[in-house]
C-alpha cells in the first residue's frame, strides 16, 4: 500500500513556492494513473514517493514504513528493494552493458544474482537481444524499454514509472503496459504511472489529478 498525509514539498525556503499535495491511499496490488497539468508538480511528487527528495512537511507511508523516517543506508536499502522507478530520462552506468546494470541493481539492493529474471524481462521487452550492447548503442524507445526492465528486475512492492511509454510507438506502448501491468499483478505491488499520454487514459480508470 501507498498513502500519503499533509504532503509538501518546497525547492527553496520561500513559503510562496510551495508545492501541497492532496492526500490519497492506493491499495496493494491497485494500478493508478497520476495525472495534473505542466508544472503541477507531478515529477516532484513521484520523487517524493521514491525517497528521492525529503517532504517540506508530511509523510509518504509504504507498507506499514514511513519512507521520511527512513535515512542514508537503510533508505537505499530500502528503496532498491521495494520501489522500483522508471524515470523519464533513463540513466545508465554507461560503461555497463545493458544486462550488466540490470544485475548491478540486484547487486546494490542486496539480492542474490538472478540471470533468469533478467533474460526474461528483456525477452518480454523485445530487447533480449541488445542484454550485452552498451545502454549508448540503444535506439531511445530501446533504452526506455531497458529503464522499465531495471525498474522490475527487484520484484518491488511498488512502481513509479514517470512518463513510461511517452517515446513508444502504439504496440510497444501497448507490450510496456502490459508488462508493467502483469508483473505489479504478479508480484501483488501497487504500480502508479505519470503521465500525459492519452493512450493510458482509457486503460488505467483510477486516477489522482493535482
Not at 512492492?157 to 517515446?167: F, R
Not at 504478479?186 to 483510477?206: E, M
Amino acid at each position: 500500500m501507498l498513502s500519503t498525509h499533509n504532503l509538501s514539498f518546497a525547492f527553496d525556503s520561500s513559503a510562496s513556492k510551495k508545492l501541497s499535495f492532496p492526500d490519497f491511499t492506493c491499495p496493494t496490488g491497485e494500478h493508478w494513473l497520476l495525472l495534473g497539468q505542466s508544472g503541477s508538480g507531478k515529477t516532484t511528487l513521484l520523487h517524493l514517493l521514491a525517497g528521492l527528495r525529503s517532504p517540506r512537511t508530511g509523510t509518504v507511508t509504504i507498507n506499514d514504513t514511513a519512507l521520511n523516517e527512513l535515512k542514508g543506508a537503510a533508505l537505499d536499502r530500502f528503496r532498491g528493494q521495494q520501489i522500483g522507478v522508471v524515470f523519464q530520462e533513463p540513466h545508465f552506468v554507461r560503461a555497463l552493458t545493458i544486462g550488466e546494470n540490470l544485475a548491478l541493481t540486484r547487486q546494490l539492493a542486496g539480492l542474490p544474482p538472478a540471470p533468469k529474471i533478467i533474460i526474461d524481462l528483456l525477452e518480454q521487452l523485445n530487447i533480449a537481444h541488445k542484454k550485452d550492447d552498451l545502454p549508448q548503442a540503444l535506439s531511445v524507445g530501446e533504452r526506455q524499454r531497458a529503464a522499465i526492465a531495471r525498474a522490475l528486475v527487484n520484484e518491488p512492492s511498488l512502481i513509479l514509472a514517470d512518463e513510461p511509454t511517452s517515446a513508444l510507438d502504439d504496440q510497444n506502448t501497448e507490450q510496456v503496459v502490459q508488462l508493467l501491468q502483469t508483473q505489479a499483478t504478479n508480484a501483488n505491488a501497487t504500480l502508479l504511472i505519470v503521465t500525459h499520454d492519452n493512450r493510458l487514459k482509457s486503460i488505467f480508470k483510477q486516477r489522482i489529478e493535482l
